[in-house]
C-alpha cells in the first residue's frame, strides 16, 4: 500500500516540478537516470563492467539530432529510431566482447567506443569539432508543438518511465533470474546447459537500446550533440552515478544520477573548484558509503524489518 | 561382451598435456549404467583434470569422451548438460545473491525455453515454483526458498547444489568432491543425500574422503600420475599394495 501512495506521490511531484524548477535541470536528471539505468542494467545485474557506455549515449544523440534537423520526422520517432540504432550497435559490440568477461570485456568496450569517436569525428554529418546545433525540437506525432521547455519535458517524462518500467522488467523477468546467475556463476551456468554469451548480448543489446533513449532525448532537450557526449569523461560520469548511488540496486544508480546532475548544477558558479569537490565527494563515497548511498541505506534500515 | 551402451559414460585414451606434461595420460574408463562409481588418487594424480575432461570444462589432447556410446568429445559443456551429463563443482557452486527458489528455478527454465524472455514477469514461469520446492525439500531446504543461498551453511550450500544439478534430472551426474572442506557433522548427511538421489542415475564421484568412499561406491579406479593405476571394489582396490604404496610412498614421489 504504501509502494502505491510513493508511486502516487511520485506521480504528482513530476507533473508539479516542471513549474517549479528549471525544466531543463530535470529533464538532464531524466536523462542521466535513465542511462544510468541502462549502465546498472550491465553492470549490477550481469556483472559486466562497460568501460565504454557513452558511445549508445553520444551516438544516439547525433543520430537523433540529425534526424530532427534534417528528416520531417517527428520528435518520438527520433527517439525510438535512434534507441533502435544503438540496440543494434549493442548487439554488435556484444558479439565482439561477450565471450570475455572482467577486465578484457572492459578493455573491449573502451577500444570500440574510442574507435566509433573517432569514426563520428571524422563522419561528415556530425559537424566535425563543432557538433550539431540548434537541434529543432519537431512536433510530437507531426501534430503537437513540443518547442517548449515545459512540453518537451512530459515528453522526456514519459519515455524515461516507459524506459525505466522496460528495466525493472528485464530485471524481474525470467532473463533476468538467468542474468544475475551468470552475473554470480558464469561457468555454473554453463553447466546448467545455457551459453551465456547468448544472455550477456541480449543484456548488452538492451542496454545500448536505453543508453541510445537516454542519448536521443539529450540531444532534443540541449538542441545540441556533440563529440563530449561519447567521450570517455561521460563513460566515467555514468560509473561514478551507479557507484554513488548503489550498484546492485534497481533505484540507487537512478539517485546517484540525480545527485551527480544536481551536484554538478550547483557547483558551477564555482568554476574549476567543481572537479575538485566533485573528486573529494567520490572519495568519500568509496571510503565511507562503500555500498552507495542507497545501499547503505537499505543496509542500515530496511534489514532489520525484513527478518 | 557386452555392447556399449551398458556404460553411462566412458573414456578411450583421454589425454591432456599442458605443456610436455601429461596431467592425464590414455585413461580409459567405464562407469555402469546405475552405478555410483568413484576416481580416487592421491594429490596430483590428474582426478580434476580428468574430471574437467569429461565435462567438457577442458578439451582433451587427445581420446574420445563417450555419453550412452555417443561420442561428445567435441561439445561444449552447455551442449553435454543438456545431453543429461551435469557436473558440480569443487567449491561450492551455488549463486549467491539468489535466493534458494531463484536458485533452482534457473536450472528448471534450462529446459523451458523461457530463459530469453526479458519483456514477460517472473508470474509467468510461477509453475517453476512447485517443482523448485518439491527439489529443496528433497535436499532438507524446504522453507528456505527466500534465503539466499550465501547465507547458508556449507552443508546446506552443498544441499542446494546438488538440488540445483537434480533439477536437470541429469543422467549421469559427476560429482568433483561432494564432501570437500566439510566438517564431520555434514558429510554423512551429504553421503545420505547422494545415495538417495542416485536411485535411477549414474553418478561418477571424485573424491578424498575414503570412507565416503567405500560406503557409497560400488566400483572404484585409482589415478596416479595422470594414469589408471587400477580399479575394482573397494574391497579389491584398498588390498592392492600398488595402492598401498601410491598412496603410502606418495609423500616421496611428489
Redesign the interface.
Known amino acids: 500500500m504504501t509502494r502505491y501512495a510513493l508511486f502516487a506521490l511520485f506521480a504528482v511531484l513530476a507533473v508539479l516540478a516542471p513549474f517549479q524548477i528549471y525544466p531543463i535541470l530535470l529533464m538532464t536528471i531524466l536523462c542521466f537516470v535513465v542511462f544510468a539505468s541502462s549502465f546498472n542494467l550491465l553492470l549490477g545485474y550481469a556483472g559486466l563492467l562497460c568501460f565504454g557506455h557513452a558511445m549508445f549515449f553520444g551516438t544516439a544523440a547525433y543520430l537523433s539530432g540529425w534526424m530532427l534537423k534534417h528528416t520531417a520526422l517527428s520528435i518520438e520517432l527520433c527517439f525510438i529510431l535512434a534507441a533502435l540504432a544503438m540496440a543494434a550497435l549493442g548487439w554488435l559490440v556484444g558479439l565482439i566482447s561477450a565471450r570475455r568477461g572482467g577486465i578484457q570485456f572492459a578493455m573491449i568496450t573502451l577500444a570500440i567506443s574510442q574507435f566509433v569517436y573517432f569514426l563520428l569525428l571524422r563522419a561528415p554529418f556530425t559537424g566535425g569539432e563543432d557538433g550539431l546545433q540548434r537541434i529543432p525540437r519537431s512536433a510530437l506525432f507531426g501534430v503537437f508543438d513540443v518547442s517548449s521547455n515545459v512540453a518537451l519535458y512530459f515528453v522526456v517524462l514519459v519515455f524515461s518511465v516507459l524506459a525505466i518500467a522496460l528495466f525493472y522488467r528485464i530485471v524481474h523477468s525470467p532473463f533476468g533470474e538467468v542474468l544475475r546467475a551468470i552475473r554470480d556463476n558464469e561457468d555454473r551456468v554453463e553447466s546448467l546447459g545455457f551459453q551465456p554469451e547468448r544472455f550477456k548480448i541480449l543484456a548488452l543489446t538492451l542496454s545500448a537500446g536505453l543508453a541510445g533513449l537516454a542519448g536521443a532525448m539529450k540531444a532534443a532537450v540541449f538542441q545540441i550533440a556533440t563529440l563530449h557526449d561519447l567521450s570517455f569523461h561521460v563513460s566515467g560520469t555514468i560509473i561514478f552515478m551507479t557507484l554513488l548511488g548503489g550498484l546492485g540496486t534497481m533505484t540507487g544508480p537512478m539517485v546517484g544520477a540525480a545527485l551527480i546532475v544536481l551536484l554538478n548544477d550547483e557547483l558551477a558558479q564555482f568554476g574549476e573548484w567543481a572537479l575538485i569537490i566533485q573528486g573529494t565527494v567520490f572519495l568519500a563515497v568509496i571510503l565511507f558509503f562503500r555500498k552507495g548511498v542507497v545501499g547503505e541505506i537499505k543496509a542500515r534500515f530496511w534489514k532489520p524489518a525484513k527478518s | 561382451m557386452s555392447t556399449p551402451t551398458d556404460y553411462a559414460l566412458e573414456a578411450r585414451g583421454l589425454t591432456k598435456s599442458f605443456g610436455g606434461f601429461h596431467a592425464v595420460k590414455d585413461v580409459n574408463l567405464k562407469v555402469r549404467r546405475g552405478a555410483i562409481h568413484a576416481l580416487i588418487g592421491p594429490n596430483g594424480a590428474g582426478k580434476t583434470t580428468c574430471f574437467n575432461l569429461l565435462?567438457k570444462?577442458l578439451t582433451p589432447t587427445s581420446g574420445q569422451v563417450l555419453l550412452d556410446g555417443q561420442d561428445i568429445t567435441g561439445l561444449?559443456?552447455?551442449?553435454v548438460?543438456?545431453l543429461g551429463l551435469?557436473?558440480s563443482?569443487q567449491i561450492s557452486?551455488?549463486?549467491?545473491?539468489?535466493t534458494c527458489l531463484?536458485?533452482i528455478?534457473?536450472?528448471l527454465?534450462?529446459?523451458?525455453g523461457?530463459?530469453?524472455?526479458?519483456?514477460?514477469?517472473?508470474g509467468?514461469?510461477k509453475a517453476l515454483n512447485e517443482p523448485a520446492r518439491a527439489l529443496l525439500a528433497q535436499v532438507g531446504l524446504a522453507g528456505q526458498e527466500d534465503t539466499l543461498a550465501t547465507e547458508l551453511s556449507y552443508g546446506k550450500k552443498r544441499a542446494l547444489e546438488i538440488a540445483?544439478t537434480l533439477a536437470?534430472d541429469p543422467k549421469v551426474m559427476l560429482l568433483d568432491e561432494p564432501t570437500a572442506g566439510m566438517g564431520h557433522e555434514d558429510i554423512a548427511p551429504i553421503t545420505d543425500l547422494i545415495r538417495a538421489v542416485s536411485a535411477g542415475r549414474t553418478i561418477l564421484i571424485v573424491e578424498h574422503n575414503l570412507s565416503v568412499v567405500s560406503s557409497l561406491c560400488e566400483r572404484i579406479t585409482v589415478l596416479q600420475h595422470g594414469e589408471v593405476l587400477t580399479e575394482g571394489t573397494y574391497d579389491e582396490v584398498s588390498n592392492d599394495p600398488e595402492v598401498i604404496t601410491a598412496y603410502m610412498g606418495g609423500v616421496d614421489d611428489e
Open positions: 565435462t570444462t561444449r559443456s552447455a551442449q548438460a543438456r551435469v557436473r563443482f557452486a551455488t549463486f549467491p545473491h539468489l531463484e536458485n528455478r534457473v536450472a527454465q534450462s529446459s523451458q523461457t530463459a530469453f524472455r526479458f519483456w514477460r514477469s517472473l509467468s514461469i540445483t536437470l
